[in-house]
């Protein structure tokens, strides 16, 4: 075999402890909220710059609660920035894991396809069978090209 890029023996017990740990996971976030594309595009979003500046806001605020009308909800937006403080770490090691999991799957992908590809070859070379006719079947749908659609001439 060419190519190996991991070897993972993923046994009961570790497959059991990383779904008790979704599991756990999906119970504490279940009070989050979901997004649809249209409403994530028309939320203003705070970035560096304007963290800062919603920070600094928050402070002064605070500072000053005697100016805020009744219907600020100042306890509110600092609140949200405590939350907001707390779940980041944890965004981050999550995005970490996921990009470590997808990683991990397409070089299994790449390792299976790899294989494969040297499976069918030493199949080629060492017989004809009706397994191999069948396996040729099967990879000529990955393998071939799509057909040029026809010209027509300006009517």
Known sequence: MSQNLISLDLTADAVAA????LDTLEKHFANFIELTPEQRQKLPKM???????CRQTLIVLDQ????LPSTFDLAEAQGDMLAFD??????????ALLSKGEDTQMA????????????????????????LEALKEAIS???RKPRAKPTTPDA
């Open 108 to 131: 299994l992908g790449s390792d299976v396809l790899s294989a494969s590809y040297d499976g069918y070859a030493l199949a080629k070379v060492s017989g004809k069978g009706a397994a």
């Open 141 to 143: 749908v990955r393998t």
């Open 18 to 21: 990383i779904d008790a740990a």
């Open 47 to 53: 970035g560096d710059k304007s963290e800062a500046f």
């Open 64 to 67: 000053s609660k005697a100016m």
């Open 86 to 95: 707390t779940l980041r770490p944890r965004i981050q090691r999550l995005r």
